[in-house]
């Protein structure tokens, strides 16, 4: 059974980077052609896909974060991970690690994280 | 950019069929997934690829559609199936598009 693990920083101060990681289990992150992603949810509110790496190592974002984000892949660990800078209030969100489970078809999201909840506050 | 409308909430009493829509222009086009949240915890998928249910999910869920609107039913409603639902397609111009959600609630 896959699972995916959240771990990172959950109080970021303002201008700061936001630092999550996904270690993936019961699969090689490297195998089946899958991609990773990363979602968030602000309080209250709905999801927003943030950005994915395809398992060429293509990476495409969401065009309203593309200036900040960076989503990238440890093979070696097993894990993949986001980086969010110049983090701002409007960024607290829980956090969400996906994998998507139609490998590049439909772009279906068949195994979650747990989420993060990531607060940015002084 | 796409965009997928969903009503805010939709009410329904046990044993009675839930409906809940996803509109976007020629939606019908695209294959829409369906995704169930409750409280506290992360999405799961209900129906994929317009009408497909993942091991494990109920066969009371299914989904259609066409034209300009998608749709989730839920048959047999039971109280522990009140959640957010979203819908989510993916769009060659937007990427991955989420609805804004609709809370179900089991009256």
């Known amino acids: 059974q896959l699972q995916l693990q959240q771990s990172g920083s959950r109080l970021v101060k303002p201008s700061q980077t936001l630092s999550l990681t996904c270690a993936v289990s019961g699969d090689s992150i490297s195998s089946g052609g899958y991609s990773w992603s990363w979602f968030r949810q602000p309080p209250g509110k709905g999801l927003e896909w943030v950005g994915y790496m395809y398992h060429g190592g293509s990476t495409y974002y969401n065009p309203s974060l593309k200036s900040r984000v960076t989503v990238s892949v440890d093979t070696s660990k097993n894990l993949f991970s986001l980086n969010m800078t110049s983090v701002t209030a409007a960024d607290t969100a829980v956090y969400y690690c996906?994998?998507?489970?139609?490998?590049?078809?439909?772009?279906?999201?068949?195994?979650w994280g747990q989420g993060t909840l990531v607060t940015v506050s002084s | 950019s796409y965009v997928l409308t969903q009503p805010p909430s939709v009410s329904v009493a046990p044993g009675q069929t839930a409906r809940i829509t996803c509109g976007g222009k020629n939606i019908g086009s695209k294959s829409v997934h369906w995704y169930q949240q409750k409280p506290g915890q992360a999405p799961v998928v209900v129906v994929y690829?317009?009408?497909d249910r993942p091991s494990g999910i109920p066969e009371r869920f299914s989904g259609s559609n066409s034209g300009n609107t998608a749709t989730l039913a839920i048959n047999r409603v039971e109280a522990g199936d009140e959640a957010d639902y979203y819908c989510?397609?993916?769009?060659?111009?937007?990427?991955?598009?989420f609805g804004g959600g609709t809370k179900l609630t089991v009256l």
């Open positions: 690829d317009d009408s």
């Open positions: 996906a994998r998507d489970g139609s490998r590049g078809g439909t772009y279906f999201f068949d195994y």
């Open positions: 989510q397609v993916w769009d060659s111009t937007s990427d991955v598009v």
